[in-house]
């Protein structure tokens, strides 16, 4: 891809982006699902401008990263320590459920089967797929609302978290069925040993940046060594540990939340993903399906795969965040919030895809779940919010008249 393409291919994301964003702010829904939709648009589906690449998909890459990095540092700290139990209990139910409701789904279309055969193993790994969340798209819809710190979002940046942890041993245990090199073992421990190091070398970091932040405050070297340790923990986390690179960059923002200067950071970082980075990454998950390729065989099971894989996590996390005396205001919300699809799922497909387990007809049905959770998921979480103040309201000019 030369210079010239790419300058073509980001004035088109770009300015459909915005022009969508700004559409869909207008009509009271979150500007990422118009960003979403100018991706459709400008996509193979469509028009057909602009095709998904590795260069597009580093930029997005990048986009995500920032915008997890962001949401830690909106974490707060006591808030996280509390909900820790039940962000755990949360994930858990919210990857077995969709882990079993997958698996069923498939045998519903094409017959059970016992274990160990290849069959079962494509009936769990689809069930492994619908595991992964990606909060990403629910972390700024949080954020356009400021809902980032409250206990509803940080039990749902938490339980994400121990979520992806979670998902990378279900789908090692998976490709071991296939695969008998596969090490579960040395998963869990390479896992575990990657939050460890990040507690030890975090304390540490945060002294080191709490002298800088102290000497150079509110200096623009501050949000460079931020985003830098970001960057570098994301890579560390994936390169090194087998974690999702959007857990690194979580953690590295979790790390510097405590900072005089963490909202300086915040700020900063905003400034990059809100004008290039987030549109490109929102942008890219229309630009990755193709609705042209989908016949009338694969529709049937794609629907049922995005219900099963929307349901699944509402029921998983949100019965059991109503088990754990949240509201029922509030349960649903953590379980919408965890219903979205990502850069997780579509590793994970291809990995599937990779060892031969997963056939490349069932990528549609992924990036087809992945679209709608990722529209359907602001437009519902910024509703109930709606409805929560005007009931909020409604309450209050009742206590006033009374």
């Not at 819809?141 to 940080?154: A, Q």
């Not at 549109?279 to 795969?305: C, E, H």
């Amino acid at each position: 891809m030369d210079t010239l393409e790419i300058l073509r291919t980001l004035a088109i994301i770009l300015i459909s982006s915005k022009l969508f964003g700004l559409l869909a702010r207008d009509l009271k829904a979150p500007q990422v699902a118009g960003e979403i939709i100018a991706g459709l648009l400008i996509g193979p589906s469509l028009l057909n401008l602009v095709s998904q690449n590795d260069f597009l998909a580093g930029m997005a890459e990048i986009g995500v990263i920032l915008l997890m990095f962001s949401a830690g540092l909106e974490t707060d700290i006591d808030k996280l320590k509390k909900s820790g139990l039940k962000a755990a209990i949360i994930a858990i139910s919210g990857v077995t459920v969709p882990l079993v409701l997958g698996t069923l789904l498939y045998m519903g279309f094409y017959g059970v089967s016992a274990p160990g055969t290849s069959s079962f193993i494509h009936a769990v790994f689809i069930g492994t797929i619908l595991t992964a969340t990606s909060v990403s798209i629910t972390v700024q819809v949080l954020k356009e609302l400021g809902k980032v710190s409250t206990e509803v979002g940080t039990t749902i940046m938490s339980a994400a978290i121990i979520d992806d942890v979670i998902g990378i041993v279900v789908l090692t245990a998976v490709l071991g069925l296939r695969d008998p090199s596969a090490d579960l073992g040395a998963v869990c421990i390479k896992t575990v040993a990657f939050f460890v190091l990040s507690v030890v070398v975090g304390v540490i970091i945060f002294h080191v940046m709490k002298i800088v932040d102290r000497r150079w405050p509110h200096t623009r070297r501050i949000p460079i060594l931020g985003m830098s340790l970001a960057f570098i923990l994301a890579y560390i986390a994936d390169r090194y540990f087998g974690v999702a690179d959007i857990t690194g960059a979580y953690v590295a923002g979790i790390i510097l939340s405590s900072l005089d200067d963490s909202s300086y950071i915040d700020r900063k970082m905003d400034i990059s993903s809100y004008m290039i980075f987030g549109p490109v990454f929102f942008a890219s998950v229309g630009l990755q399906t193709n609705l042209r390729t989908v016949d009338m065989t694969i529709l049937a099971f794609s629907a049922a795969f995005v219900v099963v894989g929307l349901l699944g996590k509402v029921i998983g996390c949100g019965l059991v965040s109503k088990m754990l005396r949240f509201d029922n205001s509030d349960s649903l919300k953590i379980g919408i919030g965890m219903m979205t699809r990502g850069e997780v799922a579509l590793i994970v497909a291809q990995r599937g895809l990779k060892a031969g387990i997963l056939d490349s007809k069932y990528f549609t049905a992924v990036i087809l779940l992945i679209v709608v959770s990722s529209i359907l998921t602001p437009v519902l979480l910024k509703t109930i919010y709606a409805a929560d103040e005007r009931q909020k309201t409604a309450l209050e000019h009742c206590a006033t008249v009374g």
